[in-house]
């Protein structure tokens, strides 16, 4: 059955005014893995603008102006009142603040009335207990309960400083502070216009199921403008819900939490793939969720080991990796160099071996240091020879398997090692047309060689990088070049091989690209920005002629350092 099938089971939706939203029909949570409140007073402005504008200046009632659409909220909801909001919080809780600051300057029959839409009172023939409708993440849930969903204590917030608050109370804060200020310039007619206007004619979509897992797949279907969930967000609550005492769960919470923020929640989602990978160690076929549960959930045993034993450790693998930032207090250069390289690798397939080997291996920096020297040797390979994405995988799920064993890597029948078919293969895409491969690999095989020309501790910070051809691609046809390369076979055979590339820290000047040899170095490669800081472009200054014969001779060297280097 297919994803929309399921989710047109599962789902149910009707359209709701805010005052039957704020009702006794929901009770409103936010689950620990939401993202906290984000809305910032931009947010806030915009919605009030929108409203205020829509309902516009006239006189006539609230109930017989047009509605206006807020957007659609999904909760995980059963037949009792309480909804957990998998999408729709930061809008909730905002329209909770906008009617909160509307109560501090209404009457007061009306600021009642906003009160019982905010506020459920007990009602012991039902055995309830009276509480607000909409309760926060925990770390919020006080300050909200305080400030902003407590009668008469709005104005309280100009007193609390907002160096002395988390980024969602602060954000909480001077949204309330805004509305206050803002809606203290509307007559006292038009406030209440507006009160009503809110809660009578400003509609939200309701989409309710009973899991988590149809909440996310209706999530991703509706893509609803809400700060995304993903399924992170989904692995967190499953994995934070299975510790069940209070003080655990709030301390590995944190846990979860601060790796996510310290990672960015981009690299943490990537992250949660590559250990899949580690732990599956073939491509994915089902969803990212669903395998992570079957193959590193499941043998984990329990959540507590999965964050120690597994999320903490990659993490701390993963970001080394990510930043370069190996240390040692021996040398650890050797391991960062080959970590920026392996970092341009078009692909990231390399990630989770890497992963393993450096988590096995933290404190043994000679021995990090040749793992990385082979492990970049096979991804370049990979890429030059253009191995497609099962072939990669396989590849590394083989030296997952063989990191695990504790295998001799240096072994020549090691899958870290290249066989002398793929380093003949390597050596011809080097030899040919590279500049016919891909942007990204042409430009690493030139950086890459550079960086030997130049010595290894040579680094690349320019914004633009561009790559030339010193033989053009289409000379005219009395230029000099036609001289040199008198036939378009000789020129074919040449033009776009690694002996005629060179690299520019500007971007390309078009006009310039037929110029004749010497006018190209004066006034290209060497022009008023200075000489170019490439070793690779100001080995072409130190040329008198661009012929077949120097061609030949520049092809050989160049590709030799390479052949060298990755040991082809």
Same mark, same amino acid.
């Given at each position: 059955?297919?994803?929309? =099938? ?79 909001? $998998? ?12 009617? !909160?600051?509307?109560? !501090? ?13 905010? %506020? ?16 926060? &993440? ?40 805004? %509305? ?9 007619? /038009? ?6 206007? $809110? ?16 909440? %996310?797949?209706?999530?991703? $279907? ?14 967190? *609550? ?19 939490? +601060? ?6 929640? #981009? ?6 793939? @590559?250990?899949?990978?580690? %732990? ?19 043998? =984990? ?13 990659? *993490?701390?693998?993963? =970001?080394?990796?990510? +930043? ?7 040398? *650890?250069?050797?391991?960062?160099? @080959?970590?920026?390289?392996?970092? /341009?690798?078009?692909?990231? +397939? ?40 099962? &072939? #990669?995988?396989?590849?590394?799920a083989g030296l997952i398997e063989a990191i695990e064993r504790g295998d001799n890597l240096g ?11 793929? #380093? ?13 491969? !891909? ?8 950086? #890459?060689?550079? !960086? ?5 501790? =040579? ?9 030339e051809h010193v033989l053009p691609q289409n000379p005219k046809g009395d230029s000099l070049w ?13 033009? @776009? ?15 310039a690209a037929n110029y004749d040899f010497d006018q190209k170095k004066r006034t290209y490669f060497?022009?008023?920005?200075? $000489? ?12 008198? &002629? ?7 001779? /520049? ?14």
């Amino acid at each position: 059955m297919s994803v929309q =099938a399921r989710v047109a089971v599962e789902i149910k939706g009707e359209q709701r005014p805010v005052g039957k939203i704020f009702s006794s029909e929901f009770m409103f949570s936010v689950p620990p893995y939401q993202r906290p409140y984000a809305w910032t007073t931009e947010h806030a402005g915009v919605l009030l603008d929108d409203l205020l504008g829509f309902m516009g200046d006239g006189d006539e009632p609230a109930a017989a102006l047009n509605p206006y659409f807020l957007g659609s909220i999904v909760l995980i909801k059963g037949a009792d009142a309480n909804a957990q909001i $998998v999408d729709g919080q930061q809008r909730l809780i905002t329209l909770t603040i906008l009617l !909160s600051a509307l109560r !501090s300057l209404v009457p007061p029959q009306i600021a009642a009335n906003i009160t019982s839409i905010l %506020y459920e009172p007990d009602n012991p023939l039902l055995g309830l207990p009276a509480r607000f409708r909409l309760e926060p &993440k925990p770390q919020d849930a006080a300050f909200f309960r305080d400030y902003i969903q407590r009668e008469g204590r709005i104005a309280d917030l100009r007193a609390v400083g907002a160096a002395t608050l988390s980024d969602s109370k602060r954000n909480m804060r001077d949204n309330a502070l805004l %509305y206050v200020d803002r809606l203290r310039l509307l007559a006292a007619d /038009r406030l209440i216009r507006l009160a009503q206007f $809110v809660v009578q004619r400003c509609l939200l979509i309701v989409v309710t199921t009973p899991d988590l897992d149809s909440a %996310y797949r209706i999530f991703s $279907v509706l893509n609803d403008r809400g700060l995304d969930l993903s399924f992170a967000d989904i692995l967190k *609550a499953e994995v934070i819900g299975q510790i069940q005492e209070d003080g655990a769960q709030r301390q590995y919470t944190a846990k979860w939490e +601060d790796t996510e923020e310290e990672l960015g929640r #981009r690299d943490f989602e990537a992250l949660l793939s @590559h250990i899949r990978m580690l %732990y599956r160690k073939q491509k994915q076929h089902e969803t990212v969720l669903e395998e992570f549960r079957k193959y590193v959930i499941a043998p =984990a045993g329990s959540s507590q080991h999965l964050i120690d034993t597994v999320l903490l450790p990659y *993490a701390a693998a993963y =970001a080394t990796i990510s +930043d370069e930032s190996y240390q040692h207090t021996n040398n *650890a250069e050797p391991v960062n160099t @080959h970590l920026r390289w392996l970092n /341009r690798i078009p692909d990231a +397939d390399w990630l989770p071996p890497a992963m393993l080997y450096l988590a096995n291996n933290r404190n043994d920096p000679a021995r990090l240091a040749r793992f990385f020297t082979d492990l970049e040797r096979l991804a370049a390979s990979l890429m030059l020879r253009r191995a497609g994405i099962n &072939k #990669r995988i396989e590849r590394y799920a083989g030296l997952i398997e063989a990191i695990e064993r504790g295998d001799n890597l240096g072994a020549a029948s090691s899958p870290l090692q290249l066989t002398a078919e793929e #380093r003949r293969e390597t050596l011809h895409a080097l030899d040919g047309d590279l500049y016919l491969q !891909s942007a990204r690999i042409r430009q690493y095989v030139l950086l #890459r060689l550079d !960086s030997l020309l130049a010595g290894e501790g =040579a680094t690349y910070s320019y914004p633009n990088v561009s790559i030339e051809h010193v033989l053009p691609q289409n000379p005219k046809g009395d230029s000099l070049w036609v001289r040199w390369f008198p036939t378009p076979q000789l020129r074919e055979k040449w033009v @776009h091989r690694l002996a005629n590339l060179v690299l520019l820290s500007r971007r390309k000047n078009a006009r310039a690209a037929n110029y004749d040899f010497d006018q190209k170095k004066r006034t290209y490669f060497a022009g008023a920005d200075g $000489v170019s800081p490439f070793a690779i472009t100001t080995q072409v200054l130190q040329e008198q &002629k661009w012929t077949p014969q120097a061609l030949e001779q /520049r092809q050989q060297e160049l590709v030799g350092k390479l052949k060298q280097l990755w040991r082809l």
